[in-house]
């Protein structure tokens, strides 16, 4: 029972790290590519550079997380669609329309057809691309549970092996060689397995499950390949910018998911081993307990929350340095949309307490 309660505590702190990154990846130029802003080759620019290929951890690193808590659960094909796919997709509507009515509320252009539409074609905000995914991972989850409970060590090296090969290696030379002019043909790549929605949760249930133990030389020898890594996509980043001349946030990125499983491992297995098997006290367990439920509803809002607080970055920004006052800001998002998440979650729970009493 005791490193079934540490093992929820590292996997909450995952959480929070992975929605904190994800406020992070929303500041565009103030935060996110604030490089493209700056001279090539300064030392702001790589500094900057560093934080946008680390922060894209975010989405991995909840698939990873997720793989890891419900990849070994035994449920019925009917249960994930009552109790997940039907949810999440409920959420994404009321969602979708509260972000829809506060985007279109200064216009008055409110229209259900519009609407449902969109939320069908497209997305209302562009966040919420994230949710239609999650609930095409949920549809598949039966099938994807039933493999990955029956793969051996070998397997899974197999899965992580074909990733480092055709998105790292091959990826990397072909257009490094080539100048970006020569690509394999992609029916050749295994798509399939390196998906999203399937080479994460895998990921995710193998270190959660296959490993017994983290140790500090596996760390130490992760964090170096991981430093590593983000050296090689920082480079490869460059050279391609150098190359193109394209600053572009939508293709800055080209290279960013390259050796991302090692970033997302180092990521998972420190946070594991700093809380797992260790005294915490009963204070901080709740809060990180607390923060942990509430990340899903800071992931809904955030965008508001941005928007709320806009004000805070612009005025930081125009007596302290940029890139801390964006920091700031993310924080202080982050920490306005746990308050307002927690406190429509403790409303709630008074509300059906206060039902039931009255049932009974």
């Known amino acids: 029972m005791v490193n079934e309660r540490r093992k929820v505590i590292y996997i909450e702190v995952l959480r929070a790290i992975a929605v904190l990154f994800v406020i992070f990846n929303h500041t565009s130029q103030n935060g996110y590519v604030r490089f493209t802003l700056c001279d090539p080759g300064t030392i702001q620019y790589w500094f900057?550079?560093?934080f946008s290929v680390i922060a894209g951890i975010s989405v991995p690193l909840f698939?990873?997380?997720s793989g890891s808590v419900l990849l070994g659960k035994d449920e019925t094909i009917g249960y994930v669609w009552k109790k997940r796919v039907?949810?999440?997709?409920?959420?994404?509507?009321?969602f979708s329309l509260i972000m829809y009515l506060w985007k279109t509320n200064?216009?008055?252009?409110?229209?259900?057809?519009?609407?449902?539409?969109q939320t069908y074609s497209e997305s209302v905000i562009v966040p919420y691309w994230f949710l239609y995914s999650y609930i095409g991972y949920l549809i598949g989850l039966p099938i994807l549970?039933?493999?990955?409970i029956n793969m051996t060590d070998h397997d899974f090296y197999y899965l992580f092996g074909l990733w480092l090969v055709f998105n790292g290696l091959i990826y990397v030379l072909q257009y490094r060689l080539s100048g970006g002019t020569v690509w394999m043909n992609e029916l050749l790549f295994p798509s399939l397995l390196t998906n999203c929605i399937v080479f994460y949760p895998a990921l995710g249930y193998y270190l959660a499950v296959k490993v017994k133990k983290i140790t500090n030389k596996m760390c130490i020898v992760l964090l170096l390949s991981t430093l590593g890594s983000i050296a090689l996509t920082m480079y490869l980043t460059h050279y391609r910018i150098t190359l193109t001349g394209d600053l572009n946030e939508s293709t800055v990125s080209f290279f960013f998911d390259t050796y991302r499983p090692l970033q997302v491992v180092s990521v998972y297995c420190i946070v594991r081993k700093l809380f797992e098997n260790r005294k915490i006290p009963d204070l901080v367990r709740l809060l990180?307990?607390?923060?942990?439920s509430c990340v899903?509803?800071?992931y809904l809002v955030e965008e508001i929350t941005r928007g709320i607080l806009l004000t805070v970055y612009e005025t930081l920004?125009?007596?302290?340095?940029?890139?801390v006052a964006v920091w700031i800001y993310v924080i202080a998002v982050f920490v306005l949309s746990w308050i307002c998440v927690a406190s429509v979650r403790y409303l709630y729970a008074l509300f059906c307490r206060s039902v039931l009493k009255k049932s009974n």
């Open 63 to 65: 698939y990873t997380i």
């Open 145 to 148: 549970r039933k493999a990955v």
């Open 317 to 323: 920004s125009e007596s302290i340095n940029g890139f």
């Open 86 to 94: 039907f949810k999440y997709a409920l959420v994404l509507l009321v």
């Open 106 to 117: 200064a216009s008055g252009s409110f229209s259900i057809l519009s609407f449902l539409h």
């Open 296 to 298: 899903f509803g800071i």
């Open 288 to 292: 990180l307990g607390n923060l942990g």
């Open 48 to 50: 900057y550079m560093f």
